[in-house]
Nanobody, 123 residues
Framework: QVQLVESGGGLVQSGGSLRLSCAAS????????WGWFRQAPGKEREFVAT????????VYADSVKGRFTIYRDNAKNKAYLQMNSLKPEDPAVYYC????????????????WGQGTQVTVSS
């Protein structure tokens, strides 16, 4: 089992920045890819970004490309999502997820999930 704990959410003004963190514990050797997803009220959970644990290969959703950066610190078993230029359409609960496969965009491909952290953007 792998446990994931997110942190770093909060309230930020439009155009501002936040950094989300995800700490993994347990059988972290089984993780091949980290992912970030988000879910806004009344909407389905959507893919944000993913990173290959070993190679660092990145995939982003078009809606965040150029504004968000996913990266990881393998030594600390942590993944991060740096969010810049936040827009009114970005507020959601953001979830960290871990997969045994890499490069995945579907939430069904992820085995482990954090509890989520709320991101709110004020105009």
């Amino acid at each position: 089992q792998v446990q994931l704990v997110e942190s770093g959410g909060g309230l930020v003004q439009s155009g501002g920045s936040l950094r989300l963190s995800c700490a993994a514990s347990g059988r972290t050797f089984s993780i091949a890819g980290w992912g970030w997803f988000r879910q806004a009220p009344g909407k389905e959970r959507e893919f944000v970004a993913t990173i290959n644990w070993n190679s660092g290969h990145l995939v982003y959703a078009d809606s965040v490309k150029g504004r968000f950066t996913i990266y990881r610190d393998n030594a600390k078993n942590k993944a991060y999502l740096q969010m810049n230029s936040l827009k009114p359409e970005d507020p959601a609960v953001y979830y960290c997820a871990a997969a045994r496969l890499t490069g995945r965009r579907r939430d069904s491909d992820y085995t482990y999930w954090g509890q989520g952290t709320q991101v709110t953007v004020s105009s």
